[in-house]
């Protein structure tokens, strides 16, 4: 059964497939980057005061907060594309998607937070998980509305095309049983 609004055809399994293996790799990087024991003489506290953390890398004036502030922002913003190419609609609520694909960035960025606490030379910063956040909303914001109007223009029938279950499992009536009477 096709969704409401879905690519249509060979483009569309080009598209999701192209996404899902995309997302696979960059969250295997991500794992790889985030989850590895780091050899360190000591270890900051953990930050779980929102926005300390920032706080303290402006401190350090714009030069000495633009890398922290944009390794925050870069790690999971691809996922703000991945994730929509992996879904594969094209007539969707643009707020529906950008409030699930900020969901689930959220919740892919607090996996990784509460992973980390396990890892030796990791601790938990709840501003990472913010400016992970931020950064998949960036990047959806930035990318996915374009594309998605680019592809309905490129393919006009897909984008108001919706296949019901009833077109595409069309098998007949459904048998009836015959009613019974109860007995006394």
Not at 82 to 99: D, E, Q, T
Request: aromatic share 2%.
């Amino acid at each position: 059964m096709q969704r409401q609004g879905s690519i249509g055809g060979n483009a569309a399994i080009r598209i999701r497939v192209t996404g899902g293996v995309l997302l696979v790799a960059h969250l295997a990087l991500v794992a790889w980057l985030m989850l590895r024991p780091l050899d360190v003489p000591w270890v900051m506290p953990p930050n779980l005061r929102p926005l300390a953390g920032v706080r303290a890398d402006l401190a350090l004036g714009w030069p000495g907060a633009v890398r922290p502030l944009g390794e925050g922002l870069a790690l999971l913003a691809p996922l703000g594309v991945l994730l929509p190419m992996a879904h594969g609609r094209l007539a969707v609520s643009p707020l529906a998607s950008l409030i699930r694909t900020a969901a689930a960035g959220a919740l892919i960025s607090l996996g990784i937070a509460l992973l980390q606490t396990g890892v030796p030379g990791r601790v938990v910063d709840v501003d990472s998980l913010l400016l992970n956040t931020v950064g998949v909303v960036l990047a959806h914001l930035t990318v996915v509305p374009a594309a998605r109007a680019r592809l309905r223009r490129r393919d006009p029938g897909a984008a108001g095309q919706a296949v019901t279950v009833q077109e595409e499992l069309s098998q007949g009536r459904t048998p009836t049983i015959p009613r019974v009477g109860i007995a006394p």
